[in-house]
């Protein structure tokens, strides 16, 4: 064990196999639906080997693509964490800040299967993984009760930590790299609109981010904040219980189902509410993004397959197995086209137009007997985790095998992106698998 000095007080690290990880380190406080604060300072040595709490969520929709993301791990409202991991002779490395996804409802950094070992020991790269709180809790606050992106203003404390404590893991807070898959890196792309965000990091990844879905969000907003109310039955939901509002969130999902592909991420990040700009200025905010902000996006070849085979559907059409596999594939074109790989060209074209840097990928990389193809979370374990970690997902097919070697070659792109941006990447544009 050893100790490490950080604003408000030393912490008690874990210094093992040429690593250094503190764990559930807390970056913030808050009370429930309100902004939170840095914590309070304390004496002595706080414990930082274990892992923090994941903000209360319902079971994830695609537990039976990735396995369980939360074995081990405890939930809480006050879940406002961090786990940092550090090759232990870290000299001012650059910083890797990730945000796990989970369509804002569940999922949390301190998941074994997010662990950065791999990625930081042979990326020589400092990895931050940040929790943060989800739906009901960080994203759509009952009525009268608080105010909205509670979950966003979290990240970007978390980034102000980052800038204020990474030198004490060997850290370069002047070379920060914000990177996150599905919902977090939704978030990442709304932390870059955020002026309160500006300066916080200075390249980004993208992975399967599912943009462009604004257009309606308050009106289904709407009718989601009445299936609240409908739900709570009066209840104050200051004072209700975790589960009482995890219930009232299941209400406001079903609510949102009407809208289309928008349901799908019912909850998220609101334009026009604090931190975020306004939805006409968001093309500035792009603009002047573009200007700061190296990035690098993409997506999975299959992104849009389990969102497809989730469908009532094709569900239907499964009774008849070759079937129900031609309506996945079909269906899934059109979802990844759609609601991934087509938002992030324009992306990647609009930083382009501004005058930013910008790289592109696809993960096309698809194991024997996979249900779902290259679907949508089937590059993570080769940037976290380990083959043990992720043997209980399905999506990676009856072996549950992982290539090694590609595995090795994108971690080395991602930590040679955080290093040198996108003049490390070997063509302007990348093909995993």
């Not at 609109?193 to 981010?209: K, N, P, T, V, Y």
């Not at 569900?315 to 992030?344: D, E, Q």
């Amino acid at each position: 064990m050893a100790e490490r000095r950080i604003a408000g007080g030393t912490i008690r690290v874990e210094h093992q196999d040429g690593l250094v990880r503190a764990r559930g380190v807390r970056y913030g406080t808050a009370r429930r639906f309100a902004v939170a604060e840095a914590p309070p300072a304390w004496s002595g040595v706080r414990d930082a080997t274990q892992s923090g709490p994941a903000c209360p969520q319902r079971p994830s929709r695609l537990g039976w693509v990735t396995g369980d993301v939360l074995e081990g791990l405890s939930m809480d409202e006050n879940c406002l964490v961090l786990t940092v991991t550090a090759p232990a002779d870290a000299r001012r490395l650059p910083v890797m800040v990730w945000f796990h996804g989970g369509a804002y409802v569940a999922g949390s950094g301190e998941s074994a299967k997010y662990d950065a070992g791999a990625l930081a020991r042979t990326g020589n790269v400092v990895v931050v993984n940040v929790s943060y709180r989800l739906g009901i809790f960080g994203y759509l606050a009952p009525p009268g009760t608080g105010e909205d992106n509670l979950g966003l203003r979290d990240q970007i404390l978390a980034l102000r930590w980052v800038r204020d404590n990474i030198a004490a893991f060997g850290g370069d807070a002047a070379n920060v790299t914000a990177f996150g898959q599905s919902a977090g890196a939704h978030s990442v792309m709304s932390l870059m609109l955020c002026e309160d965000a500006a300066g916080l990091f200075h390249r980004a990844i993208l992975q399967s981010a599912p943009l462009e879905l604004d257009a309606g969000r308050d009106d289904m907003a709407r009718d989601m904040l009445a299936a609240m109310a409908t739900s709570l039955g009066g209840a104050d939901p200051a004072e209700a219980t975790a589960d009482r509002l995890l219930a009232a969130e299941a209400a406001a999902v079903a609510a949102a189902q009407g809208f289309g592909l928008l349901g799908g991420l019912a909850f998220s990040p609101r334009l026009g509410r604090k931190p975020l700009p306004a939805p006409a200025d968001v093309p500035g905010a792009v603009a002047e993004a573009a200007g700061r902000i190296e990035l690098l996006i993409g997506y999975t070849k299959d992104d849009g397959a389990p969102f497809v085979a989730m469908d009532a559907r094709a569900a239907r059409l499964n009774r008849v197995p070759a079937l129900g596999r031609l309506a996945v594939r079909a269906g899934s074109a059109s979802i990844t086209k759609k609601a991934f790989a087509g938002p992030a060209e324009r992306l990647a074209e609009a930083w382009r137009t501004h005058g930013g840097r910008v790289g592109t990928y696809r993960f096309d990389w698809t194991p024997d007997g996979a249900p779902l193809g290259a679907c949508h979370c089937m590059e993570l374990p080769f940037l976290f985790g380990s083959p043990q970690t992720w043997a209980d997902a399905p999506m990676l097919g009856p072996g549950r095998a992982i290539d090694t070697q590609l595995s090795a070659e994108m971690r080395t792109r991602w930590a040679q992106f955080a290093h040198h941006g996108v003049d490390s990447l070997p063509a302007p544009s990348l093909r995993f698998g």
